[in-house]
Structure formats: structure tokens, C-alpha cells
């Protein structure tokens, strides 16, 4: 099955949580070997998976095997593979306490800025929701504790560079996106393919049309001046909620970033005026 080519400008990798047997253990390590991906082993405590009496000789109990990592993958395709071969009740057990979660890494700050945008998260979110199985969409209802989504576009900018971890997708502090929100259920190969195709879809849609003041991108900084606050003040004012924006923002970025007061900050703005200033923003307003 073909995918859309922007699926080339991302790495892939998963975690996948349950009870593992023996042989899909030894197979992981062989196809890893062979397909150059890692396997890594962790330990989760929230998992709590219970293998029938008969079988327990052909699975790995320990403590601190709750949950395997594996790792990098160059396509979806690859990826989804490998996702196939954990099968329940054959070599694989899980239960409701557990997930996948599905890393990407894009290939540029720019692809990854156009997903963290919230009109963005929130098509995925309201999308997987109606479109994947009804335990996923079950966890997206009732805001699962551990890949709770997105309300509102103030918490989803903080979020992001606080890295929040159990968020329906989180910026990862290692530079990936994770997907935190898909269950471990049969159909989990299928809902990661479809959730991808999608999301591949809705990128494609992004380049085509043009950038607007509509179509708000989040990214972490950038340098701009002071002509630029001014221009721009009344939709960063309505983004952050906060007035005036030129102003708080800005004391926001230099207490985040080396500790000074509002007051230092605003003794050193007064020294910089002239000068291109960096400020926690989001794009796509007007440059």
C-alpha cells in the first residue's frame, strides 16, 4: 500500500506496552538486527496484564518488562511491520491499562512547527475520535489520564514548551512527537495507519494554500523587532491573552530564559530597543 510522499520526511519509532513472549522477544532481536532497528526493554508501572495460568512458562514476567521502544524506522511502512507482529493472545497480551505511543521525528523545524499548530491538533484529535476504534475514541472522550487532549490553544502553546508529557501528542524533549493516545488493541497497526494517512493529508492540504493570519503555526522563538510586535500586537494580545502583548510577552520570555525580574526586564528592553528582540511567538500572523 502506497503512502504519501511527504511520509519520507519523517523517522519513525514506537513504544508499545503488555506482556511479551519468549519467541517475540528472540524474533525482535533477530529483525533488528536484520532491518537496523533497536529493541529497547522498560519498565511502566502502570501496566497490570494477567497471562492465562497454561501459558505463563512462554512469557516474560519481570518486573522491569512492562513495555518495549523500538526504533528508528525511515518509513511508516517499516514501521507498521513490525507493529503487525505483536498479536494478541498468540505472542502478545494487553489489556486497558495499555498504550502505544508513536514517535516521529519531522525532518525540519518547519514541518514540525505546521503540526503543532492547535487548529492542526484538534482536527486530529476531533478525527481520531470519530474515525478509529472505539477504545481510542473512548480514551479521546474521557480524557485518559495519560494522553489527555487539547482544549484550547493558550494551554496547547504552554504545553508544548513545557513538553508535557501526558497530552495526546507531546513535543518531546528528544525532538520527536508522540503520540500518546492509541491503544494496544488488535486494530492498533490499523489505527496508526489510518491516523498517519490523515494526518499526511492534512499536511498536504497546508502546502497547498497559502499562509494566513486564519492558520496560526506554533513554534518555539524567533528574533523579531519591535516594528514587528506593534504591527502584529492585537493578534498576539488575542493569542496569549494578555495586554498589552508587546509589553508581557516579552517579560515572559527573558524570566524563562535567565531568571530576571519584570522590572530587570523591562530596564533591559529599554537598553535594546533598537535592537532584534526574541520572544516566545507564534507564526503565520504577518512577517
Known amino acids: 500500500m502506497k503512502y504519501a510522499k511527504i511520509n519520507e520526511k519523517f523517522t519513525y519509532g514506537f513504544e508499545i506496552e503488555g506482556v511479551f513472549s519468549y519467541r517475540l522477544l528472540e524474533w525482535l532481536k533477530k529483525d533488528g538486527v536484520k532491518r537496523k532497528y533497536h529493541c529497547d526493554e522498560k519498565s511502566d508501572g502502570s501496566v497490570d496484564v494477567a497471562v492465562p495460568y497454561d501459558r505463563e512458562d512462554e512469557f516474560n514476567h519481570d518486573d522491569g518488562l512492562e513495555e518495549l521502544g523500538i526504533g528508528i524506522f525511515r518509513n511508516l511502512k517499516d514501521m507498521l511491520y513490525v507493529l503487525r507482529q505483536f498479536k494478541n493472545e498468540d505472542n502478545y497480551y494487553w489489556n486497558s491499562t495499555c498504550g502505544v505511543h508513536v514517535h516521529v521525528k519531522p525532518e525540519t523545524p518547519e514541518l514540525k512547527s505546521k503540526i503543532l499548530d492547535y487548529k492542526f491538533i484538534k482536527h486530529l484529535q476531533d478525527w ?3 474515525n478509529l476504534s472505539e477504545i481510542v475514541r473512548q480514551r479521546i472522550v474521557n480524557r485518559n489520564q495519560y494522553c489527555m487532549t487539547y482544549g484550547n490553544l493558550n494551554t496547547t502553546f504552554y504545553d508544548m514548551r513545557a513538553q508535557s508529557k501526558y497530552r495526546f501528542v507531546r513535543n518531546h524533549p528528544q525532538g520527536t512527537l508522540e503520540f500518546r493516545f492509541f491503544s ?9 495507519e489510518l491516523f498517519f494517512r490523515e494526518l499526511f493529508r492534512e499536511l498536504k492540504k497546508i502546502k497547498q494554500r497559502k499562509a494566513s493570519s486564519n492558520y496560526i503555526y506554533l513554534v518555539d522563538e ?3 523587532n519591535d516594528n514587528y510586535v506593534m504591527k502584529n500586537e ?12 508587546c509589553e508581557e510577552i516579552k517579560d515572559l520570555y527573558m524570566i524563562e530564559k535567565d531568571g530576571r525580574s519584570p522590572l530587570e526586564c523591562r ?3 529599554s537598553n535594546q530597543r533598537n535592537q532584534p528582540y526574541p520572544y516566545p511567538y507564534i507564526s503565520g500572523v504577518d512577517f
Not at 494496544?184 to 496508526?192: L, S
Not at 492585537?234 to 502583548?245: Q, R, T
Request: charged letters at 45%.
Open 128 to 130: 481520531a475520535r470519530d
Open 222 to 224: 524567533s528574533e523579531i
Open 267 to 269: 530596564v533591559a528592553r
Open 184 to 192: 494496544a488493541c488488535d486494530d492498533k497497526a490499523k489505527d496508526v
Open 234 to 245: 492585537e493578534a498576539i494580545s488575542e493569542v496569549f491573552k494578555m495586554k498589552p502583548a
